[in-house]
C-alpha cells in the first residue's frame, strides 16, 4: 500500500497541513486541506506528482472536520463526479460552523466566558468558516471504529481516537503498524482538547482530555512503527512521544491545579492567567485547554467545582 504525504498550506497559525494519498485503488484522500487557492494548487501539483488526476479520486476520508483538514473536501467531491466522503458521527465541523449552535455559547458561557468575548469568538470563526464548505447530510457516510477501509492491496483499520475533537478518527495499517493519526500525535505539538458538546448528550461537556488520553494509550497498544499526522514530520518514536505527551499533560494539569485560589475562579480566569496575551482565536483554544484539564483534575479529585447563576467555580479541595 502506498501512502503518499502531501502538505498543503493554510492560512493558520499551525501552518501547513499534511494530506494522505493512498494511490490503490479505490484510489483515497485522507483529509483534504483548506478552501485556498493556495491549498488546492498544492494538492493538485501533489497529485500531479503521482499521475493522478481529481477526477481518479474514489474516496475523501476526514480525520476531524477542521478547516484546515476538511475544506477542499466538497469540491473535490463534486469534481470527483461525487465520490464518497466519509467522516465520524461525532463530528459537526463539515456540517455548521462551530460555536454556531446555542449549546457552543451555553459551554463558552458556563466557563466564565464574558458576553463580549463569546459574541468576538463567534465573529471570528464565522470568519474562518469561509475556508470550508458545509456539507448536507446526504452527502457523507459514516467512518466506524474498528471497520476498515479496503484497497486493492491491504486495508486501513478505522479506530475512534476523540480528544482533539469527538469524532477524531485514526488509520491503522497492521500489516506494518503505520498510523495516519490527524491532529491526535503530532512530533512538536501536543494537541489542543478542543472545547465541545458531548455528542450524545449536547447539554453536557464532552471530556475532551479524559478521552485522549484513552485514544493515545489505544493507539499505543499497536505498537506504532511509524505514526504520519496531520502537521509536521512523521513520527517513528511513538513510544517516546507518548511519554513525553504524558508528561507535558501532566505538568500542565499541575500549573492549572495551583492557578486555582481557595476563593475559587472560573475556567475563563484560569485560562487568562495561563496565557495571558493571547488573542482572537488563541483565546478560545486557551479557554478549551483550562476547561479541559480542570475537568481532568475534577474528574480525578483534586479541586471541586461549584455550579451556579449559569457559570462553573473552581476551588481547591479544603484540608
Not at 80 to 97: F, M, P, S
Not at 102 to 125: K, N, S, T
Amino acid at each position: 500500500m502506498r501512502i503518499i504525504p502531501i502538505s498543503l498550506p493554510t492560512p493558520f497559525y499551525v501552518g501547513p497541513v499534511n494530506v494522505y494519498l493512498i494511490a490503490e485503488d479505490p484510489i483515497t484522500l485522507i483529509d483534504s486541506g483548506p478552501k485556498t487557492k493556495e491549498a488546492n494548487e498544492a494538492l493538485r501539483e501533489g497529485l500531479r506528482r503521482e499521475r493522478i488526476r481529481v477526477s481518479d479520486i474514489r474516496r475523501i476520508v476526514l480525520t476531524h472536520a477542521h478547516e484546515d483538514h476538511c475544506g477542499l473536501a466538497r469540491s473535490l467531491r463534486e469534481e470527483a463526479k461525487d465520490a464518497e466522503v466519509l467522516v465520524h458521527a461525532w463530528e459537526t465541523g463539515h456540517r455548521i460552523g462551530r460555536l454556531a449552535h446555542e449549546e457552543h455559547r451555553d459551554l463558552l458561557a458556563r466557563a466564565g466566558v464574558p458576553d463580549v468575548e463569546i459574541a468576538g469568538m463567534r465573529r471570528m470563526y464565522e470568519g474562518v468558516r469561509r475556508y470550508a464548505d458545509s456539507f448536507e447530510d446526504h452527502e457523507y457516510g459514516e467512518l466506524r471504529d474498528e471497520a476498515e477501509l479496503e484497497f486493492a492491496n491491504g486495508s486501513l483499520r478505522i479506530v475512534h481516537t476523540p480528544g482533539h475533537t469527538p469524532g477524531s478518527c485514526s488509520f491503522v495499517r497492521e500489516a506494518d503498524r503505520t498510523i495516519i493519526a490527524g491532529d491526535c500525535v503530532l512530533k512538536r505539538i501536543t494537541p489542543n482538547p478542543i472545547l465541545s458538546p458531548d455528542p450524545i448528550d449536547p447539554a453536557k461537556r464532552f471530556p475532551s482530555l479524559a478521552e485522549y488520553l484513552v485514544s493515545l494509550a489505544r493507539l499505543r497498544t499497536f505498537a506504532p512503527t511509524l505514526v504520519h499526522g496531520g502537521h509536521g514530520e512523521p513520527v517513528r518514536d511513538f513510544e517516546e512521544l507518548f511519554n513525553r505527551y504524558l508528561r507535558a499533560i501532566r505538568e500542565r494539569q499541575e500549573e492549572v491545579i495551583h492557578l486555582v485560589p481557595g476563593t475559587g475562579a472560573t475556567a475563563w480566569e484560569i485560562s487568562r492567567q495561563m496565557f495571558p496575551d493571547t488573542d482572537d482565536v488563541h483565546r478560545f483554544l486557551a479557554v478549551s485547554e483550562a476547561v479541559a484539564h480542570l475537568d481532568l483534575a475534577h474528574s480525578e479529585g483534586k479541586i471541586e467545582v461549584e455550579r451556579g447563576n449559569g457559570k462553573e467555580v473552581y476551588r481547591k479541595i479544603a484540608a
